[in-house]
């Protein structure tokens, strides 16, 4: 039998109401309930943009930080196995400059939230990797780009 990689869990850290905050998904499926304004539409939308509203929005608001780096990402699993593989991206916004974006696939089977992190504590604070410190974190044997020197012209498929 082909055993397929399936979404497994999304996670956001330091992103709009997010501190750090995970979804787990059932079966390559995820449902989310709620109340209008709880942020249904916002989780998928992250990782499939947009034209609603601008990034910045829900890095910065719209009167509130000056700057912010966050963390989207989403982890997949190979059926019948606890095999893992994850892609993210990572996200400064500064107001009233150009957004900064870099990605990374995690190929060495750590797990963000268990073995790897995406923050470095200081006291209760959770500080958000910047990207040089984010790099060194995921070591040699992951990928890492600065999407920022990227210029993607059609669509591309990534083989896992």
């Not at 750090?20 to 309930?33: H, P, S, V, Y």
């Not at 966050?70 to 150009?98: D, H, N, V, W």
């Not at 958000?128 to 044997?141: S, V």
Request: proline content about 3%.
């Amino acid at each position: 039998m082909n055993r397929r990689w399936k979404m497994n869990r999304i996670g956001f850290v330091n992103f709009w109401l997010y501190d750090e905050e995970e979804f787990q998904f059932e079966n390559g499926r995820l449902l989310l309930r709620g109340q209008n304004g709880s942020g249904k539409s916002i989780t998928p939308q992250s990782f499939i943009p947009s034209s609603d509203r601008r990034m910045e929005y829900y890095f910065l608001g719209e009167e509130g930080k000056e700057e912010s780096t966050c963390y989207l990402y989403l982890e997949f699993k190979k059926e019948g196995e606890e095999s893992y593989r994850t892609i993210g991206i990572g996200q400064r916004a500064k107001r009233g400059r150009p957004m900064d974006f870099w990605g990374f696939l995690i190929l060495d089977g750590r797990r963000i939230g268990c073995d790897l992190w995406l923050y470095r504590e200081t006291g209760s604070v959770k500080i958000p990797y910047d990207k040089r410190d984010m790099r060194q974190a995921l070591g040699e044997e992951n990928l890492f780009t600065d999407l920022s020197l990227i210029h993607i012209s059609e669509p591309t498929r990534l083989a896992l």
